[in-house]
C-alpha cells in the first residue's frame, strides 16, 4: 500500500538529480519556484466628496493691524448676512500696511434664497442723436420703461459715440438658474457713473449701495474708481448666485421693424414715440424706439422685452411678432384702410394685439398687412420654466 508515494519520491528525485546535484543543506527560498498565492477580494477604492475652501480677498488696506481686524470682522459679518458661511479668516500684511483674507464656502444649498442669483447687464439701443437734450429724453423715457417692466435700474448715462450722442441704461434682470441641490457663489463688481471729480463719485456710494439693497442684492462695499476717459465712476462688489451652465436671463430684448414709410425723419420720430404704447397694451414692454433710413424715406423701429422661457433643449420668447396678409384686394385705398381697422379690431379682441400695419398694392388693386403679437402657448396649454 505505500508502493505509490515512494515511486512518486524516486521520480522526483531522479528528475532533480538529473538536472543539477541537490543538496538539502544548501538549498534556500530561491532555490524554490515562485507560487502565486490567491487574493482576497477587496472592494474598490472610495474618494470622499470633500469640501471646496475659497478665499476672499481684498484690495483694502489699514495703517494698523487693529484696524484690518475690524475691517475683517465687519466684512466676516457682512458676507454671514448676505448667505455665505465662513470659516474665519486672518490679518495679512500688505507692503508696509495690513489687509485681510476670510475662508469661506463658495456653494450654497438649493434652496437658500442669499445671496441672490441676478445678472447685471447693459442695453444700448444703438441710435446716435445729433443734440444731446434729445439723447437725454430717450435716455430718461427708457429707464423709465424698465421700472415700469419691475427690472431694476442701476443707472442710465450719455455717451459720446463718434461725435453724436447715445445712451445706455444698466439694469438688473433675474438669473433663472436650473434646479439644483446646491450653487457656485461667485463675487462680481458693478461699475457705473460718470462724475467729473473723485469727491463726486465718493459722495455717491451710499446711494449706489442703496440701489443693490433696494434690488434685493447684498452689496459688500462700494468705491470710486476711474474711468479710461479720465471720469471717475463707482465700482460695487456684491455676491451672486449661479449655475454650472452659464447664466440663463429672464429677459432679452428683441426689435421690432416697422413697414410704415415717411417722407420727413421728424414724421418716423413722432410715429415711433406714439406706437410705444401699443407694445404695452400687447403685452411686450416697450423700451425705446429708433428711426432708420428707409431708401430716400425713413421709418422706425421698437425694441421690446421678451421673456426667455426655459426648456429642455433651449429656451423660447414667451412672445413673438407674427404678420397676416390680407387675401382680398380692394379697389381704392380708403375702402383697404377701413377694411385694416375692422380687422385690427378684431385682432386685438382675440387678445393679439396689433402693433403695426401698412396698406399695400396700388390704385385699383389694394390690400394691407397687420403684424401682431401672440404669446408662447396661445391656443394651447403654456409652457412652464421645468428647466
Not at 320 to 348: C, G, I, L, R, W
Amino acid at each position: 500500500m505505500f508502493n505509490y508515494p515512494v515511486i512518486s519520491a524516486l521520480v522526483i528525485l531522479i528528475g532533480c538529480s538529473s538536472a543539477s546535484a541537490f543538496d538539502l543543506e544548501s538549498a534556500g527560498r530561491s532555490s524554490l519556484p515562485p507560487f502565486a498565492a490567491a487574493e482576497p477580494s477587496r472592494p474598490a477604492p472610495v474618494t470622499p466628496p470633500g469640501v471646496t475652501i475659497a478665499n476672499y480677498t481684498t484690495d483694502e488696506t489699514f495703517t494698523f493691524e487693529d484696524q484690518a481686524k475690524a475691517g475683517l470682522a465687519a466684512r466676516e459679518a457682512q458676507l454671514k448676512a448676505a448667505g455665505i458661511t465662513t470659516l474665519g479668516g486672518r490679518v495679512v500684511e500688505s507692503g508696509n500696511d495690513y489687509s485681510f483674507v476670510i475662508d469661506y464656502l463658495p456653494t450654497v444649498k438649493g434652496n437658500q434664497a442669499l445671496p441672490p442669483a441676478v445678472i447685471a447687464d447693459t442695453y444700448k439701443n444703438g441710435a446716435s442723436y445729433w443734440r444731446e437734450a434729445d439723447a437725454q429724453a430717450a435716455m430718461k423715457t427708457c429707464a423709465a420703461n424698465f421700472k415700469a417692466a419691475k427690472l431694476a435700474v442701476l443707472g442710465s448715462y450719455v455717451f459720446d459715440a463718434g461725435g453724436d450722442n447715445a445712451f445706455a441704461v444698466d439694469y438688473l434682470q433675474k438669473d433663472v438658474l436650473r434646479p439644483a441641490q446646491q450653487y457656485d457663489v461667485k463675487f462680481m463688481t458693478y461699475t457705473g457713473g460718470k462724475f467729473t471729480f473723485e469727491s463726486g463719485a465718493e459722495k455717491a456710494v451710499p446711494s449706489y449701495l442703496s440701489l443693490f439693497k433696494t434690488a434685493g442684492v447684498p452689496a459688500i462695499r462700494a468705491k470710486a474708481v476711474a474711468r479710461p476717459d479720465g471720469d471717475y465712476a463707482v465700482m460695487v462688489e456684491y455676491p451672486v448666485k449661479t449655475g454650472r451652465g452659464g447664466p440663463r436671463p429672464q429677459y432679452a430684448v428683441n426689435r421690432y421693424d416697422s413697414r410704415e414709410t415717411f417722407t420727413f425723419e421728424k414724421d418716423a420720430l413722432a410715429a415711433s414715440s406714439a406706437r410705444l404704447p401699443a407694445f404695452g397694451k400687447a403685452g411686450a414692454a416697450p423700451l425705446s424706439a429708433v428711426v432708420r433710413p428707409e431708401g430716400n424715406d425713413f421709418s422706425f423701429s421698437v425694441d421690446y422685452l421678451v421673456e426667455n422661457i426655459y426648456q429642455q433643449g433651449g429656451a423660447i420668447p414667451s412672445i413673438a411678432v407674427q404678420n397676416y396678409q390680407a387675401p382680398e384686394t380692394f379697389t381704392f385705398d380708403h375702402e383697404a384702410k377701413k377694411a385694416m381697422e375692422a380687422k385690427a379690431a378684431s385682432f386685438n379682441a382675440a387678445g393679439m394685439g396689433v402693433i403695426g400695419s401698412a396698406l399695400t398694392g396700388s390704385l385699383g388693386s389694394f390690400s394691407y398687412t397687420l403684424d401682431y403679437i401672440v404669446k408662447a402657448g396661445q391656443g394651447q396649454a403654456a409652457p412652464q420654466h421645468p428647466y
